[in-house]
């Protein structure tokens, strides 16, 4: 038995994932949540494939470690990142390092008792080559847009996180 198609006047409605969860009293943040959800995955499927571009097969946890690691060329301990990457699973961010280090890319030191991790020559050239190739694919798709737009989405995004992160805590302590 088909179903008929409605006609082409009849509004679709909000792009969502789950209808049921956009029955409620912010509708358009289960509409939000699937655009996050998509661009989630675009942006790690994306990361991934500029980095096998520039040359080496990564994770996309390892691409973002790399490039924090890189970030203002400081060594940074296992903490700052998990801290600044939000990651929960310290465990998956050191097995990264490892990785990274295996290759090459990073380099542990010590400080005090803790390790500290900082960015190699090798590591320095693959993330300027991870920038070119980023700079010729990515970026005129992303047109004319306005700084000012794009930082406020940026923070709006952050703070969507902090929201999101105390809700996790509420419901865990459920």
């Known amino acids: 038995m088909s179903v008929p198609n409605p006609p082409l006047d009849t509004p679709l409605g909000p792009v969502v994932s789950s209808a049921h969860l956009a029955q409620s009293s912010v509708p358009a943040l289960s509409e939000l949540e699937f655009a996050l959800t998509m661009a989630n995955h675009a942006f790690q499927r994306w990361i991934m494939r500029c980095m096998a571009a520039a040359g080496v097969q990564m994770s996309p946890l390892e691409v973002m470690i790399l490039h924090q690691v890189a970030h203002r060329d400081r060594a940074k301990t296992l903490a700052d990142l998990c801290l600044v990457l939000n990651i929960e699973d310290t465990h998956l961010a050191n097995y990264a390092i490892r990785k990274l280090t295996a290759q090459g890319l990073v380099e542990v030191e010590r400080r ?48 969507l996180s902090g929201t999101y992160d105390q809700a996790a805590r509420s419901a865990a302590a459920l």
């Not at 500290?116 to 050239?125: C, E, L, N």
């Not at 993330?127 to 010729?136: L, M, N, P, S, V």
């Open 112 to 159: 005090g008792k803790e390790k500290a991790v900082r960015i190699t020559a090798s590591g320095t050239a693959l993330c300027r080559r991870y920038a070119q190739i980023r700079e010729a694919l990515l970026l005129p798709g992303v047109g004319p847009v306005d700084d000012a737009d794009m930082s406020r989405l940026a923070g709006l995004l952050r703070a």
